[in-house]
């Protein structure tokens, strides 16, 4: 079974730093990806940034960056230049190709993040 | 274009009664899932709609948990007997299965219907 950890139950960073979201997964799986999704506290779900497991770079999307660090299974999100509204909760998800749900998406039980100004 | 929705946007029941959620996923969407999310946690996958696939229900956690989709378009969750520990968000969210892509596909959610169980 896939097991996606965050132990970063809440974490603070000044506006305009970079922070760094930390995420371990288990798989047995050879084939996964990995996704990182930011949910404000409005409640709705926003893709964020994407990393297979084939990929042999890093992912970037704008100011988020995925630090996927294959044989230690950790898959941290970076975000550089923290903005006031980059506050909210992050959750880091792997989908299973393999399963017999396709693409199911397990979470792990996701950050808090405030920026401070 | 438009998003997925969902509605209602929040559903407040008695326990014991019956509540249907709705789902509209972006057009053209042939994947589906449903997932649950408890206050203050990460989301429980509930079921996957694929085409005319049957569906996975490996998430569902009891048989008074239900759900059905017609082709790719809406589909609907039903909760029967509502109980206290029901109460939750219910997100649904689709994507656009693509060949040699497995896994990679985004799925886009919807805003959510929160559910209170009294």
């Known amino acids: 079974a896939q097991k996606i950890t965050q132990t970063q139950p809440g974490m603070f960073v000044q506006e305009k730093e970079a922070v760094t979201l930390d995420c371990t997964y288990d798989?047995?799986?050879?084939?996964?990806?990995l996704f990182w999704y930011k949910q404000p506290s409005s409640g709705e779900m926003i893709f964020l940034i994407y990393?297979?497991?084939?990929?042999?770079q890093n992912a970037t999307e704008g100011r988020y960056s995925l630090n996927f660090q294959k044989a230690r299974k950790s898959a941290n999100l970076v975000i550089s230049a923290s903005q006031l509204g980059d506050s909210a909760m992050y959750f880091c998800?792997?989908?299973?190709?393999?399963?017999?749900?396709?693409?199911?998406?397990?979470f792990g039980q996701g950050t808090i993040l405030t920026v401070h100004p | 274009g438009a998003g997925v929705s969902q509605s209602p946007s929040n559903k407040v029941t008695e326990k014991g009664k019956d509540v249907e959620l709705r789902c509209d996923p972006i057009?053209?969407?042939?994947?589906l899932y449903w997932y649950r999310q408890r206050l203050g946690q990460g989301l429980e996958f509930l079921i996957y709609?694929?085409?005319?696939?049957?569906?996975?229900k490996s998430g569902l956690p009891s048989d008074r948990f239900s759900a059905e989709r017609t082709g790719e378009s809406v589909s609907t969750l039903t909760i029967q007997r509502t109980q206290q520990e029901d109460s939750a968000v219910y997100l649904c969210?689709?994507?656009?299965?693509?060949?040699?892509?497995?896994?990679?596909?985004?799925?886009?959610f919807g805003p959510g219907t929160r559910l209170l169980v009294l």
């Open positions: 990393q297979g497991s084939y990929d042999q």
């Open positions: 057009s053209g969407h042939t994947a």
């Open positions: 969210a689709s994507s656009l299965r693509v060949e040699g892509l497995a896994g990679a596909e985004t799925q886009y």
């Open positions: 709609f694929q085409g005319n696939s049957a569906p996975d």
């Open positions: 998800a792997m989908s299973d190709p393999g399963g017999t749900s396709y693409g199911k998406l397990t």
């Open positions: 798989t047995s799986d050879p084939s996964y990806g």
